[in-house]
């Protein structure tokens, strides 16, 4: 598939691995200084929040930085991957972890269209 997924598109990667929700939108506003608003942005991140950060208010801070990136870039279509499940998580009683990853993150419809 390559880089570009196997799209007729211009794809663009930025990473940070071991990325903290806190630090997302200064990267995404980093990453995008000097550039066009992307027709599509794609987010994966917050497995790294799980068991440093209370699910409820993780719930919350994502809520809040989502609805500003659909602010600041109204015509970007902002996507939300699920947290992926590891075999390995760092802290915390994995179990609860794997639950927590599943529960409060599927019903994420909360952006005004």
Known sequence: MGTSLGLDARVQWF????????????????SLRGRAAPDVLLIHC??????N???L???ADMKR??????RRFPGTKI???AI????RWRTANPGKIDKTRKWPWQ???FLAP
């Open 15 to 30: 990473g940070w691995g071991g990325l903290r929700w806190e630090r997302l939108l200064p990267f995404i506003h980093q």
């Open 46 to 51: 917050g497995g790294n929040d799980l068991g």
């Open 53 to 55: 950060t209370k699910s």
């Open 57 to 59: 208010r993780l719930v």
């Open 65 to 70: 930085d989502l609805q500003d990136l659909h």
């Open 79 to 81: 996507l939300l991957s």
């Open 84 to 87: 992926s499940q590891r075999r």
């Open 107 to 109: 019903p994420m419809a």
